[in-house]
Structures are given as structure tokens and as C-alpha cells.
């Protein structure tokens, strides 16, 4: 609002001048030149201006009213020099071409207008696809700025050729007729520019959002849908620059144009209504690959160019045609930055009309009914009022068939809503099955849905699911114990969690789990969207606190901008924003976010982040921990689910997790509803500490994430199309191997141990098949099997221990092998001990050959922890002196034996193995966590034993 309010100053003040302005392509020249420069130094000092507020005013305003008018005073004043000398820009060089000899005033006008919207068209695609992914923000500032100043000198030096300001200004092409007079046309015109952009842009606002919900809310989407608009404002104004001149009345042509126009964007409607359909045709017909997702967004900019493309086509030819009808009236060049800042201000009103009036009383549908209804008579009234002044028959032609598309599109064409919620871009089918919708709401900023599905009801933004939760009477949904477990986890850590707050208000279920405990005296949830609060009371069974308890408060704005503020500060804050490929939602991922929210903190205070690992690579969410760990450094890592990850991100020292949350009967329901029986069953989700942290951001490689170089939001999108999993933390946990035991003391449960397991939890369905296997062979117990496979593996390896059955030593190694990668980590040295106990092996098998019998010590030796004798027998195996071993066990040998190494402190224990033996065991399936164990030693951290 404030970038389009800068720009109507300056058109406005600047067409005031015009006409004593003796050289305005020089003047332009000028302007450009600032521009430019302020490019050049914007970074720098926005960054400076950034630190001072945060730093020093706002903590000292006293109230949020004076914070809030400190952040818009200072923004405006930061961007307003720029965004005035932009106005001013367009009028200053039409004036100065229209002075030109043999300059006409619809070819002018039309050709500016088209190269101004083709230039922003590609600007806008350049900038996302081409210099922010290779130079971040202050890159594109700088070869924005470069360009500014190579535009400013091209055109002084054009002024120069031109001999500039011995041209008169442009005068009247003809006399103006008395029923047409400047005094009656101008403000006619411009009251038709300005509604007609106020229309227009809530145009573009509602196919946004209507897009949004077929072809998913990325940046990406948005810029190809941005840009299409303005590619068909362009090509609009190109029709004017090649047949204005000979349009005899160009008012009258103009009505026409805004009747059409009307049109249009009535029938786009019922093509938005379609898409729906189209999307998942179209992901069918893809693969899910780097060329797919090409070939996506090319689907993507067709389906907007088609919807948007012949309203917008219209609408670009309305600002040349009124400028060159009031020209052509005698007006005068003061007409062309009239129109350009009545144009300018009736964006501004259009969205803000429609975002936050229209929407959300309306709908977004009904939105662009009206819009194009306004259209319908601002041109009928350009044809009844201004030309030819009466009802002609084609005016009345034109009344009826833009009342008969409106009437039309109210009764056939209107979007289901329920299609609307289904998430097309994502699942790519349209088959609604039996949901049922419970909620729809536009909202100011986005579209809200709540559907039910059998028993799970999902809530689920732009048709983007961010929380589903199952029938009170069913058990918890993967969805619900992340939502729990944010609320319960810092009131298990954090000794005095008084005063708390919420990024996002989502089922609500993470407020309610916070509420169901007496510790927190406020909790404040902020939440940018109040249709996502309105449509969450769907869940009134299991959010009621959230809603009722008086210690609950509910903040509708930005989440950035409320803690920018700092009027507040906390002892816990918990986030839990969308998904980061959400265009917007990346910038609460970044190192500036977290270090806003770390002064929001007490002392002592901590930030509870939710992170997914689905539909992202692991190099991309190293780069969003790696922001967290640049202002939260001894952070600590939790896996909820299968996908979701929980970081624990403290000013200070962790405690552990306390059972005093199932003190609390209403607490301690909702904790048990989703398996939560115990502190254990807290702790045995924990994956690692700062170093485990640390090291995967450095096996990444990744730098921390950051507001000016936006890698979540560009690349995010294309990882989402291709449904790349980050899941490697998992996988160190859940793997065999006892990795995370040794460099970060993770706990070996004993296998009674009272840990409520989980199917779609893979660190606990790890845990319980190895204790289920450990017992299979002991024939000491054991439950149902999880995995044919291992079943088959123990059984055979029970075997070759019986007498009678012959002895195959190669079958054996590879048998014991594959359980241990199964069972080391997990179970208990002396629930493993019958399985590597040698003495009991050579009992039954005397003829036990050398290299089991090393294998089978190996694995004893690291069960019990006794790292010498592992690394002995390691040494013996790699070194050939005992059987050769396939070369996937020798891989296997080599990675324990680093960990024996490591866990005795050998600074050098990876290093040293891996150019001894590393040429004879190329990386197999365990080279990932080989070079997970070679970044911890190029780290310098330190293993369990040692702190």
C-alpha cells in the first residue's frame, strides 16, 4: 500500500509540472539516476535502519499503538523517496516522447504502455527464477540499481540528441466540443480510471486466490500468475499502439472496452471453477521430476494467462485510451500523470475493498462479480453519459449481455467449495469421495476449509491441509501428537512457563494443550488469519480451553510484525506456522526471525519450533536449522511422527522432561489420547542434541537460512512436486547402529520399559521390532512380528545355533549382520547377549569358523560397550586376519569400529579407518552416516564419553 501510494504522489505531483518542464526525458533521466542509487545503497541502509529500530526505538516506546506507528512511519519514510520518483517516472517520459516530432498520441501512449507492463512482466519472472536463487536480495537490489543507472544515462544522452526543450507541449489535436469539454471529460476520466483500477486489481486479488487453491500457494505460482496479468495489461496496451489513431472517439471505444472488460471477468469465474479439473490432469501427465516441475509451471502460467489474460487485455487499454482522449480533448500533458496516480490509487482501494471487505463478507467468486459488474458500468455509463449520450442500440446490447453473464455466472458458474478445499496441486485428483464440508470461509488473506473425511476432520488452508484430527472416539491421528506435543513439551521443560505465545492458531489443539496445565498464567496466539480461528471452532471437542479459558488471547496480524514490536516478552514461545513453501511462510524460518524472537524471550526462555521433513530436502531444512542454531545454539531435536520434527530451541541449559503434566487430570487425558503415558514416552522421541545438530548442517553444507537470500521459498515449491523427504535425522535414530548412543548419549531403554509404541513412529517402530526380535530368538517372549523380513532372518539364524541343522558360515555372517543393524542400538546388552554369545555358539557349533565367531564379538562388545574389544575385533576383520567378509559387512565393521574409536576419545578415529580401509569398502548403504561421522570429526565435537 505504501510502494502504490508513493507512486500516485509522484504522478499526481509531477503531472502539476509537466507543462513548464522544458526537458522531461532529462527529468526522467534524473529520476532514474536516484533510483538507481537509492538501489544500490537500500540494502545497506535498510539493514542499519532494521538494528537501530529493533535495538534501540522500539524497545523504548512504551505501548504498542506508538510501536505500531513507529514501524509505518519509518517504512514510509524508507521507501518513499523511491517509490515517489517511480511515479513520477511513466508521465515524465510519455510527456517526453509524446513532445517528439510526428509523435501520435495512441501509437505513444499504447507502445509506452506496453513496453512499461512487458518490462514489469519479465522483471517479476527474472527476479524469482533468475537473480534472487543466484544472488539473493541484495544481488538483485545491486543489478536492479546498475540498470537504473544504465536506463538514466541512455536517456540523458537521448535527451541531448534530441535537442530536448525546443519542443512545445504536446497541444490539443482538435477543439473540444461543448458537450465534451476538458472540464466535464477530466473528472469523468479520471473517476473512470480510478474505479476501473480499483476493479482490476480486485480482479487480480481473487484470481490469485482462486488459483491458489488449483495450483498450490508458492511463490513461484504467484509470480507466473502476477506476471501473466501484467503480460495481458501489456498486450493491451500494444492493441492501442497499433489502432488508437484511428479510433475516431476514443471514449466511445473506451465504453466498450470496459463493458468487455466486465465481461470477461464475470466468465473467468466459471474457467477458475474449472481448473480444478484441469490440475490434476495435469499432474497425472507429469513426472515428478526437476523437467516436470518445468513443465508444471509452464502448466501453471498457461491456466492463469488463460483465466486472467482477456479481462487483463482490456483493462490495458483503458489508461492509454482515457490519457489520449483527454490529449485529444485538450486536456493538456498534466493528463497523463493525472491518470497514472488515479490509476495508482485505485489499486490501492481495490485491494484493500477486497481483501479485507468483499472477501470475507462475499466470497472470492462474488468478488469478481462485482468487480466486473463495476467495469460493466463505468463503460455503460462512459456510453450514456459521455458518447454518444444515449441509449444507441449497441449500448443496449451491451447492458444486456453483461447483465445476462452476471445473472449466469450467480446461478451455474460459481466454484464448489468443496473442490475448492481439496487440494488438487497436491494430490492431483479430483475425486471427492464422501467429504464433507463443515466450514469454508475466504478470508482476508487466504481461504479457510474444514472437511471431514470418515472419522478425521482436516482444516486446511488455500486447500493446503495444516491439521487433522481424529473422532474423540478413534485413536490420534500422526497430526495430533505434534500438535500435543508442542503444547506438553515446554511445559515438561521450562520450570516457570508463565507467560507463552502461539505462532498460529491452526485446529487449535496446541493452545488447548497448553491451557489443560495451571502453569501458564497468559497464553497469546497469533494467528494472521481470523477465518483460520472462526473455522478451527469445528473442533470444539478438543480445543474448547483455547476458546473459553480466560487466560487464552487470540492477536490477528503478522506474526513478524507482533513480536517486531517487542511490547511482550515470554517465557515460551512455541511456532508453528504452514509449510515454508507457502509463499510468505518461509520468512519465519529465517536467522532475522529467530533473533526478533529471541529478544521477545525472559531469560531463561525458549523457543519451541515446528519443522516438517516431508516434501523438502535434508540440504533445505539444514539451512533452516542452521538459522536457528545461529541465535538458538544448543537447540535439541524431537520426531512426533513419521514427518514432523519439534526443535527445543533454549536461552540456556534443557531440563528433562518432568512428570508433572500427568498431574493434571485434563492435561494428562489429552496427553494419554495420543500415547503420551510417561516422561519416557517424551524422551524416547528425542533424536539428538547441538551436536547432532550442527553436524548434519555441516555434512549439508548448509548456511543459515536468511531473509535476503529466500532459498526455502524458491526452492521449496519444486522439492514439494517432487515429494523429496528430508529424512536422514530420522534415519539416524531409528538405524541399528548405535551412532547417536555413542556421539550423543542416546538411551538404550530397557525392552520392559513402559513406552507406548506407534506404527507411524518410526524411532519407537524401530525400538519395538528390535526388542521383538531380541525376544524371538531368546524364546523368552516376544509380540507380532513387524517386518517378514527379519522374521525370516532370526529364524534362520536360530537355526544355524541347533545341531542338527548344517552349517552355512557365509549365510550366518549375513544373517547376524543384518540383525545387528537392526538391534544394537535398541535393545539392552543383555537382551542381545544369546545372540552374540560365542561361547554358547561354539557349544552348539564347535566348528564355528573364526570369522563368525570375530563377527559375533564385535557385535557382543559394542552391546555391552566394552569399545576396546570391539575396536579389537573390528581391526582383526578389516585387517583380513579372520574369514573375509562381503564387502556390505565390511562396511559395517568399518563404521563400528569408528564408533569404538570415537567413543575412546581418538580425535582421529574416522579420519584414520577411512584412509586405511576406506579404499577396500567403498560407501554402500551405510556411506551417508559415514560421512554424518566424518562432519562430527571435522566438527570437533565431542562424543558422549567425553562431556
Request: charged share 15%; hydrophobic share 50%.
Amino acid at each position: 500500500m505504501m510502494f502504490m501510494g508513493g507512486m500516485a504522489v509522484g504522478a499526481w505531483g509531477v503531472s502539476r509540472i509537466t507543462a513548464s518542464l522544458r526537458r522531461p526525458v532529462a527529468v526522467y533521466a534524473a529520476a532514474e539516476a536516484l533510483v538507481g542509487v537509492m538501489g544500490l545503497v537500500f540494502h545497506t541502509v535498510f539493514v542499519a535502519y532494521s538494528d537501530h529500530s529493533q535495538t534501540a526505538v522500539l524497545p523504548a516506546l512504551r505501548s504498542a499503538g506508538a510501536a505500531t506507528l513507529w514501524q509505518w512511519a519509518s517504512a514510509a519514510a524508507l521507501i518513499a523517496p523511491q517509490t515517489v520518483l517511480l511515479g513520477a517516472t511513466f508521465p515524465l517520459i510519455a510527456v517526453g516522447v509524446l513532445r517528439l516530432d510526428g509523435s501520435r498520441q495512441g501509437q505513444t501512449l499504447g507502445g509506452l504502455y506496453f513496453t512499461n507492463g512487458l518490462g514489469a512482466a519479465l522483471g517479476a519472472l527474472i527476479a524469482t527464477f533468475v537473480l534472487l536463487p543466484s544472488l539473493g536480495m541484495p544481488g538483485s537490489l545491486q543489478v536492479a540499481g546498475w540498470l537504473n543507472l544504465i536506463v538514466a544515462a541512455a536517456s540523458l544522452g537521448l535527451s541531448m540528441v534530441l535537442r530536448e526543450g525546443h519542443a512545445e507541449p504536446a497541444a490539443a489535436a482538435e477543439p473540444a466540443a461543448p458537450s465534451q469539454s476538458s472540464g466535464r471529460l477530466l473528472p469523468a476520466l479520471l473517476a473512470a480510471t480510478f474505479l476501473s483500477s480499483a476493479a482490476s486489481f480486485a480482479y487480480e486479488l481473487g484470481w490469485v486466490r482462486m488459483l491458489n487453491q488449483a495450483l498450490g500457494s508458492s511463490l513461484h505460482s504467484f509470480e507466473l500468475m502476477l506476471a501473466s496479468f501484467i503480460a495481458g495489461l501489456a498486450l493491451g496496451g500494444l492493441w492501442v499502439r497499433r489502432v488508437g489513431d484511428r479510433i475516431a472517439d476514443l471514449v466511445r471505444y473506451a465504453g466498450f472496452v470496459q463493458v468487455a472488460m466486465g465481461v470477461c471477468a464475470m466468465l473467468s469465474v466459471a474457467l477458475l471453477g474449472n481448473a480444478y479439473h484441469w490440475v490434476p490432469y495435469v499432474l497425472q501427465a507429469l513426472a515428478k521430476t526437476h523437467a516436470g516441475y518445468v513443465l508444471y509451471n509452464v502448466a501453471t502460467a498457461g491456466i492463469a494467462i488463460l483465466i486472467m489474460a482477456p479481462a487483463a487485455f482490456f483493462a490495458g487499454m483503458t489508461l492509454p485510451l482515457f490519457t489520449a482522449a483527454l490529449l485529444r480533448r485538450g486536456v493538456g500533458e498534466r493528463a497523463v500523470g493525472q491518470v497514472y496516480a488515479a490509476n495508482t490509487l485505485g489499486a490501492i482501494l481495490g485491494v484493500l475493498v477486497a481483501a479485507h471487505v468483499l472477501m470475507p463478507l462475499l466470497g472470492v467468486g462474488m468478488t469478481l462479480l462485482l468487480a466486473g459488474a463495476v467495469d460493466l458500468a463505468i463503460g455503460l455509463a462512459l456510453l450514456r453519459a459521455l458518447s454518444p449520450g444515449r441509449w444507441a442500440p449497441a449500448v443496449l446490447v451491451a447492458s444486456g449481455a453483461g447483465i445476462a453473464v452476471f445473472a449466469g455466472m450467480v446461478h451455474w458458474g460459481m466454484p464448489d467449495p468443496l473442490l475448492q478445499s481439496a487440494g488438487v496441486f497436491r494430490y492431483g485428483k479430483r475425486d471427492l469421495g464422501a467429504r464433507k464440508l463443515l466450514f469454508y470461509k475466504d478470508g482476508a488473506t487466504a481461504s479457510i476449509s474444514v472437511v471431514r473425511e470418515g472419522g478425521t476432520t482436516v482444516i486446511a488452508t488455500n486447500g493446503k491441509p495444516d491439521a487433522g484430527m481424529n473422532a474423540p472416539t478413534r485413536t490420534a491421528g500422526a497430526d495430533e501428537i505434534t500438535m500435543v506435543m508442542l503444547g506438553a513439551l515446554p511445559l515438561a521443560v521450562h520450570p516457570k512457563p508463565d507467560d507463552i505465545a502461539v505462532i498460529g492458531w491452526g485446529s487449535g489443539l496446541s493452545t488447548h494443550t497448553l491451557l489443560g496445565s495451571a502453569m501458564p498464567k497468559r497464553v497469546d496466539t497469533i494467528e494472521i488469519e481470523r477465518a483460520v480461528w472462526e473455522g478451527a471452532s469445528m473442533f470444539a471437542e478438543r480445543n474448547a480451553r483455547a476458546y473459553l479459558d480466560l487466560r487464552s488471547h487470540v492477536h490477528f496480524e503478522d506474526a513478524r510484525e507482533f513480536f517486531a514490536r517487542g511490547q511482550q516478552r515470554y517465557d515460551v514461545i512455541v511456532s508453528e506456522p504452514s509449510n515454508p513453501w507457502v509463499s510468505g511462510v518461509a520468512s519465519l524460518f529465517t536467522q532475522e526471525f529467530y533473533r526478533g524472537v529471541k529478544r521477545s524471550l525472559k531469560p531463561g526462555g525458549l523457543l519451541v519450533q515446528w519443522i516438517h521433513s516431508y516434501e523438502i530436502s535434508d540440504a533445505l531444512l539444514a539451512e533452516m536449522i542452521a538459522a536457528l542454531l545461529a541465535e538458538f545454539p544448543d537447540s535439541e531435536i524431537y520426531a512426533t511422527n513419521a514427518a514432523d520434527l519439534i526443535v527445543l530451541a533454549p536461552l540456556g541449559a534443557l531440563h528433562t522432561p518432568r512428570d508433572h503434566l500427568w498431574h493434571s487430570p485434563a492435561l494428562a487425558n489429552e496427553l494419554r489420547h495420543v500415547g503420551l503415558m510417561s516422561p519416557t514416552d517424551l524422551v524416547a522421541r528425542r533424536i539428538g542434541g547441538p551436536a547432532v545438530l550442527r553436524t548434519y548442517v555441516r555434512m549439508q553444507g548448509a548456511t543459515p537460512h536468511s531473509d535476503f537470500f529466500p532459498t526455502v521459498s524458491l526452492q521449496a515449491p519444486e522439492q514439494r512436486f517432487r515429494g523429496v523427504k528430508a529424512d536422514l535425522l530420522q534415519r539416524l535414530a531409528t538405524q541399528g547402529l548405535p551412532a547417536l548412543g555413542v556421539l550423543d548419549c542416546r538411551t538404550t531403554w530397557p525392552s520392559a520399559a513402559p513406552i507406548q509404541q506407534a506404527t507411524d513412529m518410526p524411532l519407537l517402530r524401530a525400538r519395538q521390532q528390535a526388542v521383538w526380535a531380541a525376544e524371538r530368538f531368546s524364546g523368552s517372549g516376544g509380540g507380532q512380528a513387524h517386518g517378514a523380513g527379519l522374521t525370516r532372518l532370526v529364524d534362520a539364524m536360530r537355526m544355524q545355533q541347533q545341531a542338527g541343522t548344517p552349517l552355512d558360515g557365509d549365510s550366518l555372517l549375513v544373517y547376524a549382520a543384518n540383525i545387528a543393524n537392526e538391534v544394537l542400538a535398541h535393545v539392552p546388552a543383555a537382551d542381545q547377549q544369546p545372540m552374540w554369545d560365542v561361547q554358547a555358539w561354539r557349544k552348539a557349533r564347535p566348528a564355528l569358523p573364526d570369522g563368525v565367531a570375530t563377527l559375533l564379538k564385535l557385535y557382543d562388545a559394542t552391546a555391552r560397550h566394552d569399545w576396546p574389544e570391539a575396536e579389537r575385533a573390528a581391526e582383526l576383520i578389516l585387517a583380513g586376519r579372520v574369514q573375509p567378509a562381503p564387502s556390505g559387512i565390511k562396511e559395517q565393521v568399518l563404521v563400528l569400529g569408528m564408533l569404538a574409536g570415537a567413543a575412546q576419545d581418538q580425535s582421529d578415529a574416522v579420519r584414520s579407518r577411512e584412509s586405511r580401509w576406506g579404499s577396500q569398502v567403498p560407501p554402500g548403504a551405510l556411506g551417508e552416516l559415514r560421512r554424518f561421522l566424518k562432519a562430527w570429526e571435522d566438527g570437533g565435537e565431542k562424543v558422549c564419553a567425553a562431556r
